[in-house]
């Protein structure tokens, strides 16, 4: 089930608000939201409930464990054990193709075998699972009520696509959390917010983007080729910060205060900054349990160039089970290697000051190098394979192989034009500018809550009239 079809928004959605609000107690409520939650995610793969039941149940357990034993020593041996189980089952449904095909490109032998499919949202509830253990490792207190566990890293507003929701956050919330009418309404707004990025944006620009990449490289004129790419770069953007914006409000809803997960990411004017910004939480995930486990930035240039291209490989590969993700995720490390060490080469010269006074000056530049980078980046998180990726790679700078059968028009529509328009617009932040502005008067939120409402009623005529689009980010 997905929060932009009819079955949730018409039957799903009421059904759950009116149960929940007609919960006598907070146990209730959390009780009914776990059981609502799990029906979420069996709607569609019942057969898969076992496997996040599973590591549910191991997560609990293995919490327990860690802080029974006392000795440090025994403390991580237990840790170790019980992180092996959470991640095999991630290892085998999400990287058991994919090691499967390794094995083939490196022996040249064909191996018959039954493909495993990906459960959907394995990776955001493992790597929650995770971060729980490896906290009460850490001295944290593990939570004695299985079913709080179960509400925290099963509950469906952030269950299949995130975001990552750490249990430190929330912990609080799952006993002692406030039910306003100000929450609810804000979060249904929000809500409405993250709807309508999807479907009115996301969904539009995808026609065109699943055009041009449908097309032949050779086939593309420049200008094309250039906008497939831009037009996937709003598409994911929006596509995956609307989802974020529905789970944030529905937690709103719920009484629960989720973080931010995105914040602009493409005014960057670095790949470190724009890691800042993007999927904050998978970024504060792999900083917190995976960079600063292996030292941080504290022993030295030479390891943290090396943590880092740790990170940044297994943050590809988390993307997904293929060679494009991976360089995908190595391409921003390496850049962000390269940001580091002149990072440091400006500390070592005492030219930190005088940079940051450039910094004015060089913004245009900076901000044309960040963009460039991600643009091509994104070529290898939307190609099919490697060989589509660099192709059309070298589509973007250097056309003299290429005889254009179709123009820009073919490919873009004149109301994806339109949304295109909107989407820069609201990517480089003057969305916020407007929604800052509308806070400050009664007329402005008025005017704002009518246009979100219908912006509601708009994507719903979208809906009546569209075919089946998941997330993008559902596959990871």
């Not at 504290?298 to 991976?326: C, D, P, S």
Request: hydrophobic share 50%.
């Amino acid at each position: 089930m997905v929060f932009s079809s009819f079955t949730f928004l018409c039957y799903f959605l009421p059904f759950v608000l009116l149960g929940y609000f007609l919960c006598p107690s907070l146990k209730i409520k959390n009780l009914f939201l776990l059981g609502v939650s799990l029906i979420f995610y069996a709607w569609g793969e019942p057969k898969y409930l076992f496997v996040m039941v599973s590591v549910i149940f191991l997560s609990y357990v293995g919490a327990l464990c860690i802080h029974q034993v006392k000795r440090h020593f025994y403390k991580k041996i237990v840790l170790f054990f019980f992180l092996i189980l959470l991640f095999s089952s991630l290892f085998y449904f999400k990287y058991f193709n994919f090691t499967v095909q390794i094995l083939t490109d490196i022996f040249h032998q064909h191996i018959d075998f039954v493909k495993v499919i990906l459960p959907i949202g394995i990776s955001f509830y493992t790597f929650q699972a995770v971060s729980y253990v490896v906290d009460v490792y850490r001295g944290g207190i593990p939570q004695k009520g299985f079913l709080n566990l179960a509400l925290y890293i099963s509950m469906f507003p952030q269950l299949v696509a995130g975001p990552i929701v750490k249990y430190q956050t929330i912990e609080q919330q799952l006993t002692t959390r406030e039910h306003t009418v100000n929450d609810v309404y804000e979060g249904i707004l929000r809500f409405i917010m993250g709807l309508s990025k999807k479907i009115l944006i996301a969904d539009t620009l995808a026609v065109s983007v699943d055009k041009i990449f449908d097309t032949p490289v050779p086939e593309l004129s420049f200008p094309v080729v250039w906008m497939g790419i831009i037009f996937y770069a709003l598409q994911i953007y929006f596509d995956f910060s609307g989802y974020s914006d529905m789970a944030i409000g529905l937690g709103r809803v719920f009484g629960f205060k989720f973080l931010e997960n995105f914040n602009y990411p493409y005014v960057s004017k670095s790949i470190t900054e724009f890691w800042r910004r993007w999927h904050i939480s998978l970024s504060s995930w792999f900083k917190e349990y995976v960079y600063i486990s292996l030292g941080g930035s504290w022993q030295g240039l030479r390891k943290t160039l090396r943590n880092l291209l740790i990170v940044f490989f297994l943050t590809g590969l988390w993307h997904g089970a293929e060679y494009t993700f991976i360089v995908w995720g190595l391409w921003h490390g390496f850049f962000i290697m390269g940001e580091k060490i002149i990072s440091k080469g400006l500390i070592l010269f005492h030219l930190s000051r005088i940079f940051e006074k450039l910094k004015i000056i060089l913004k245009p530049l900076l901000s044309i190098y960040t963009l460039l980078v991600i643009f091509i980046g994104w070529v290898f998180f939307r190609a099919k394979n490697m060989d589509s990726a660099i192709l059309y790679i070298k589509a973007l700078f250097n056309q003299i192989d290429f005889s254009p059968d179709f123009t820009l028009a073919y490919y873009v529509s004149g109301s994806a034009w339109i949304i295109f328009f909107i989407s820069l617009l609201l990517a480089m932040g003057y969305g916020k500018k407007i929604l800052d502005f509308s806070q400050k008067y009664q007329t402005t939120k008025i005017l704002r809550d009518i246009t979100l409402f219908l912006s509601f009623l708009l994507c719903i005529i979208f809906l009546t009239g569209s075919s089946y689009s998941p997330f993008i980010y559902f596959r990871f």
